[in-house]
């Protein structure tokens, strides 16, 4: 496991940040991705997709993250989407019921695909 974690962010569209995680996220890391993910929310972008695919490892803290991340993106009256997601982590978004809170993308780039939530009817 590493014990440092990264996120790079873009704006691919108008109202949409997609946050790279680069990473182990567990106890120790956790607490970084929520702080990071949670102020590119504050900066004005709650609609939020993190990319996991360079996630190694994600523990029951990185989960709690994540739950926290997409209460912040609700309170903002925003989203927020998974993409690549582990397979030990999916299998935890599953037992959980969390994945019927946050959509699951295969991969960020189909959410670059995707119009705004704004533009969906």
């Known amino acids: 496991m ?9 704006h691919p569209n108008p109202g949409l940040a997609i946050a790279t995680v680069v990473g182990d996220v567990d106890m120790q890391t956790a607490p970084t991705l ?6 590119i929310i504050r900066q004005g972008h709650p609609r939020l997709t993190l990319d996991l ?4 490892f994600c523990d029951s803290a ?15 009256g925003g989203s927020l989407s ?4 582990p397979d030990r982590l999916m ?5 959980t019921g969390v994945d019927s809170l ?9 959410m670059t695909d995707s119009p705004p939530a704004s533009a969906k009817r």
Do not use: F, K, N, Y
């Not at 440092?4 to 962010?9: P, R, Y």
């Not at 299998?91 to 037992?95: D, E, P, T």
């Open 102 to 110: 946050l959509p699951v993308h295969a991969t960020a780039a189909d």
């Open 91 to 95: 299998r935890m978004l599953r037992m």
């Open 82 to 85: 998974l993409a690549a997601v």
């Open 34 to 39: 929520r702080s990071g993910a949670t102020e």
């Open 2 to 10: 590493t014990r440092t974690l990264h996120l790079t962010v873009q």
């Open 53 to 56: 695919a360079q996630v190694g």
């Open 62 to 76: 990185g989960l709690s993250a994540i739950i926290g991340i997409w209460h912040a993106a609700q309170e903002a």
